[in-house]
Structure formats: structure tokens, C-alpha cells
């Protein structure tokens, strides 16, 4: 099986995992603002995901001789019942990390792509690095790994700034439009000069004219007109809901690494005398197999008794949905190959660096700016928020990285 041997090797994985699997949300928030369904698009994206995992393992899994400790994918593959313990271990982390990223998808809808994924994105630092970084001997040196994280958790309030600082603008946007509609219907109303009535175009008629028009990012309008084609209804909603949707799927992503982490290296001494460990992509394999089975039965239930007042769905309704599959097929992809270069990273350089991808903020970030005109026509303040946090996320995925040793074989 192919083996990273050197740091750089590590860190260049760890690097295309955080495009990766910054990327993926993306998408994901993206097919929701055009309307599809969240369960149509996790039941895609589910599919791709555990297809990437299986080409991961039966491609690089199978490069080079298989050796009596460290086996190829396919002969660990048939030795399922002497690695059993290792085995639940790479399942349990696969079912939170999928139950994590099945919450984003509605988080992000509530919360916003940005602050969903650095509130989640700390949670995960703050408690699955530390619990690796003690899993995996301390072989990262903490006087510069502690820091990264503390790093991370500056940003995080940043993040919270900025959600905050946003959500006031918007509400500003929203109630500038109602008071400036009502000075217009006022206008509308006077009689015209010499006491005739001026003929005017009724108010409903001048809307319909300019929904016509593709509102510009960042105005009231767009805010209106989005919510309007979206799937997951915003508007009116308490923000303690996506908040407490968020903190949730950041627990269950804080305890996917660790639990891989002990599926390879059995830290707990499970395994009897003289079985090896799992390698990664067997781990890997099993992981995305528990992942998927856990998607298909939370969605299909979804199907048929959604949440958050979404509309019911069937089997049929899914099938002929081919509006977004190709993007959601591609979220999917990007997600599995995002966390096979996670996991090849961290078995070379610890575990605790490789969670040095949860940095991937800054590129959801930088697509929610771009694609979705997130924080257009914001305050000043909230600019200077957003950039000081982006900031301190360069700074953080950078010591975390710095931090980063390499597992004695």
C-alpha cells in the first residue's frame, strides 16, 4: 500500500484536503438556495462519498507488496474477524461524522455558511486535536500546537462578531426597504397638482416589474428574493435553533478523528498479540461504509417525516430529481477524497496536525463571499471583523501545521 514518508508529503495532503473539504459545504448550501430538497441532495452526496473511499482503498490501498504488519486493503479486507474491535471503532467514527455533516446541511441554511463552519470547525479543534494530541504519544510539540488552537478559538469569537455584526445589517436592509415601500405607497396616494388624481401604476404591478430584475448581492431585495427560492425557510426563525444545530454537529465532527485514530493505531491495546492494525485505507473503507449506511437511513426517514417544515418526499420524487445531482454527486467527491487526505496525513504527521484542515472556514468563507454574495454591502465594522478573522485563521492553520511531527513506525 502506498505510504507517506516524509512531512511534506503530510502537509501537502493536508493542504488539498482543507480545498476539499472547504469546497464541499459550498455546494451544499448552494443546492439549497436554489431550492432542492436537503434530503435529495445528502442521499447524491452519500453515494459519491463511499464510492471515493472505496477508489481511495483499492487503488492506493493496493500499490506495493503487502507486508505481515502492514497488510494491502484486500488482505486486511479478509481478516475482518481478528481486527474487529479496531473495526467498530473506524464505524463509530464514520457514523458521527456523518450524523455532523447531515447537521451542517441544515445549519448553514440557518446560520449562515460562514460562522456554521468556524463555530463547528473550533469545537472540533478545541476538543478532538487535544484528545489526538495525547492519542498519538504527543508527537506534535505542544508549545506550538496549543497555541494553533488557541488561535482557532480567537476566531471563533471573531466569527461570532461577524455573524452578529452581519445579522444587524441585514435587519437594517430588510426594515430601510419596508419604511422606503411605505414612503413610495404614501407618495403613490397624494392627489397630483389642481386636485386631479395622477394616473400611477398600482404598487403590486410596479413589484411584479421589479422582480423581473436580478436583485443586486447584498441588498434587501436579494435577501427577499432568496429566501423565497430556497428550500429551508429562514425568515422568522430563532437563531438559537441553528446555533444549537451547529454546536451539535461540531461535537459529533470533534469525535470522528480521535476514533480513527485508535481504529489504526489501537491505543487501547484491543487487537490480540501479533494482529496488526488497521492500515488506513481498510479503516477508511469500514469508516465510509458506517457514514453511508447511517445517511440512507436518516434521509429516507427524512423523506417521509422532514424537519424544519420542510415539504414531504418519496422515493419517486427522488429519482426525478435531476436538478443539482451532478453538483451534489460532486460535493460527495470532494468530501471522501477530503478526508482519505486527512486521514493519510495524519498517520504521517499525527493526527492532531492533520486537524489542522478544520482551517477549511476559509475557503467556505471565501465561497460564500464570491458565489453567494455573503457580506455584500455590509458595514464597515462587520468588514473589519471579517478580515481580522480570516486573519487569524491564516495565522492558526499555519501553527498547526508548524506543530506537526512524525509517527514512528
Known sequence: MYVIESKGGAIFCMLLSLFFLGTWPAILAYLERRGRLPQHTYLDYAITNLLAAMFIALTLGEIGESKPSMPNFLNQLYQVQDNWPSVLFAMAGGVALSVGNLSIQYAMALVGLSVVEVVSASITVVIGTTVNYFLDGRINRAEILFPGVGCFLIAVFLGSSVHK????????????????LE???RESDKPASGGASAHKVPMDLEKANESTKEP???????????EERRSIKVFGRSIWVGLAITFFAGFCYSLFSPLFNVATNDQFHRLREGVPHLVVYTAFFYFSISSFAIALILNITFLSHPVLDLPKSSFHA???????????????????????????????????????????????????????GEYRKSSRKTYILLITMLSMFIIAVGILMASSGHRKS
Open 318 to 372: 427522488y429519482f426525478a430529481d435531476w436538478n443539482g445531482r451532478g453538483w451534489a454527486l460532486l460535493a460527495g467527491m470532494l468530501c471522501g477524497f477530503g478526508n482519505g487526505l486527512q486521514f493519510m496525513g495524519g498517520q504521517a504527521a499525527g493526527y492532531a496536525a492533520a486537524d489542522a484542515v478544520q482551517a477549511l472556514p476559509l475557503v467556505s468563507t471565501f465561497w460564500g463571499v464570491v458565489a453567494f
Open 183 to 185: 414612503e413610495e405607497e
Open 165 to 180: 455584526s452581519n445579522d444587524v445589517d441585514n435587519t437594517a436592509k430588510l426594515k430601510n426597504l419596508e419604511s422606503k
Open 216 to 226: 443586486e448581492f447584498g441588498t434587501a431585495k436579494f435577501l427577499i428574493k432568496l
